[in-house]
Structures are given as structure tokens and as C-alpha cells.
């Protein structure tokens, strides 16, 4: 099994764990990274997923290199919190705009191939947030459950081709995005756990693979919480 896989937003935190993930089982790799360089090891391309001709650009070069992609892995993301009351309305739109609208655009620019080749594998990363909701985060909550839509949706359209498309929820994380998730907010929701811990990338990165592996053949339009039992019950 070697397929070719991207992952957008690969480069750091959850995207870069879910690569190596693939990577180390014998997939071939593209990760996109919008700033820095690419992960040591990593076949990189440089794409702002924000910008169409950047995806169009990006998704080509991970084809000459490795072939349509079998594998898309919809990961960059990005937050904005303040409450709703004060939040600016470029902070609300920046954040459906990376979150969803470019998820979409990655989706669309690789589905052609997924389903001439009448197979495919597509994992959104969305967010517990998405159910439960979390103050200050009404952007990201209304991007990431916009993604469950258009998953569950897309699910249905192309089902036939054998192409699968899931949502991992992650919870509370160990990445850049919520190192300043600290104190009595941080003890909160890992109150709210029910391991009472926070996850690690690898964790999440475990959960994509399954979903993306001929085990999870028959899941597909599901919603997969990975969040140390956070948010159970939504
Ligand atoms: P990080 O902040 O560590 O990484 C975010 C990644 O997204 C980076 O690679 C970043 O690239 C990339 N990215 C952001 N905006 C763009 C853009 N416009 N174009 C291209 N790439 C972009 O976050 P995580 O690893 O924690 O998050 C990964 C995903 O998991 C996100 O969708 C996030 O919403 C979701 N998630 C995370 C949780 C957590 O607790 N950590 C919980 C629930 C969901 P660059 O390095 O160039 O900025």
C-alpha cells in the first residue's frame, strides 16, 4: 500500500503528525506549508489555501510528484477568538475563509482525480467547538460545523466511487493553536475529559490513518470525536 497522500498544513502540529503517520506506513507524502520551510523528510509545496491559484498550483505539483491524490487530508486551520459582541467581522470572514471555504477549494481540486480513479479517501479536520460551541469562538465553530455539513453532504454525492469523506472532532490538542489555553480555562475542559488529559497530534494522527486505511472501507459520513471524551454526548 503506498498511495499518494496530502495534507494540508502539514508542516507543524496535527497536519505534520498525520504526514509522518502516513509517511512511516509507506505512503507518499505532500504536505503544504505556508510559511517556513518544509518538514525535514517531507515532500513540501508552499500553498496558502486561502488563494485558489496557490491549491490549484500545489495539488499539481503532488501529482507529477507522486501521482493523483488517493489520500486528502484537509487540515490547515486557523482561530480568531473574542467574543461575538466585539469581534471584528474581517476576524469572523478570515476564519470561515481558511476553515471552510478553503477546505472546499482543496476538495474540489482533488475530487476529479478521486473519482475517475473510482477511489478515494478524504478526512476533514474540524472540532469538538463545532457541537458543543465554546464562547469566543463563534467563527470557528460555524466554520468547523460547516465542514461537518459539506462532509456529511459530499459523503452521499460520491459514495458510489468508493470515495469515503469523515470528520476527526479534535478536543483540546498539544499544538501551537492552544498553547495559550492555559489556567483555569485549560483546567476546565480537561475537567470536562474523561481521561483528564489533553491529546497529542499523534493521537489525532492515528485516528486520520484508520479512516483513510481499507480497514474503514465502510465508514464513511461520520463524525469522529477524538477528544479524550470532551464534548461527549453532542
Ligand atoms: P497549528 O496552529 O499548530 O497548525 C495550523 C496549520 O494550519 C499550520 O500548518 C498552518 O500553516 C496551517 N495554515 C493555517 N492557515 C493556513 C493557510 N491560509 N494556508 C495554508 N496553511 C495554513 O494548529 P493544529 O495543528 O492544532 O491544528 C490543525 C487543525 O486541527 C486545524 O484545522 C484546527 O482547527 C484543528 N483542531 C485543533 C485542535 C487543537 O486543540 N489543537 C482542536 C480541534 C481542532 P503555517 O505554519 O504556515 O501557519
Not at 171 to 199: C, N, W, Y
Request: charged content about 25%; aromatic content about 4%; glycine content about 12%.
Amino acid at each position: 500500500m503506498s498511495r499518494s497522500v496530502l495534507v494540508t498544513g502539514g508542516n507543524r502540529g496535527i497536519g505534520l503528525a498525520t504526514a509522518r503517520a502516513f509517511a512511516e506506513q509507506g505512503d507518499k507524502v505532500t504536505v503544504t506549508y505556508r510559511t517556513g520551510e518544509p518538514p525535514e523528510g517531507l515532500f513540501g509545496v508552499r500553498c496558502d489555501v486561502t488563494d485558489p491559484e496557490s491549491v490549484r498550483r500545489a495539488v499539481e505539483e503532488a501529482r507529477i510528484q507522486h501521482g493523483p491524490i488517493q489520500v486528502l487530508v484537509s487540515n490547515a486551520g486557523i482561530t480568531r477568538d473574542e467574543l461575538f459582541v466585539g469581534m471584528d467581522a474581517e476576524d469572523f470572514r478570515a476564519v470561515i475563509e481558511t476553515n471552510l471555504l478553503a477546505a472546499v477549494a482543496v476538495t474540489k481540486e482533488v475530487l476529479p482525480d478521486m473519482l475517475k480513479a473510482r477511489w478515494g479517501r478524504i478526512v476533514l479536520v474540524a472540532s469538538v467547538s463545532a457541537m458543543s460551541g465554546a464562547p469566543g469562538q463563534t467563527n470557528y465553530a460555524a466554520s468547523k460545523a460547516g465542514l461537518i455539513g459539506f462532509g456529511r453532504s459530499l459523503s452521499r454525492e460520491v459514495g458510489r466511487r468508493k470515495v469515503t469523506v469523515n470528520v476527526v472532532t479534535p478536543g483540546l490538542i498539544e499544538t501551537d493553536m492552544v498553547k495559550d489555553v492555559t489556567g483555569p480555562r485549560r483546567e476546565h475542559l480537561l475537567g470536562q475529559t474523561s481521561l483528564f488529559r489533553a491529546g497529542e497530534p499523534e493521537e489525532v494522527a492515528g485516528v486520520v490513518k484508520f479512516l483513510a486505511s481499507d480497514d474503514a472501507s465502510y465508514v464513511t459520513s461520520a463524525v469522529v470525536p477524538v477528544t479524550g471524551g470532551l464534548g461527549v454526548g453532542h
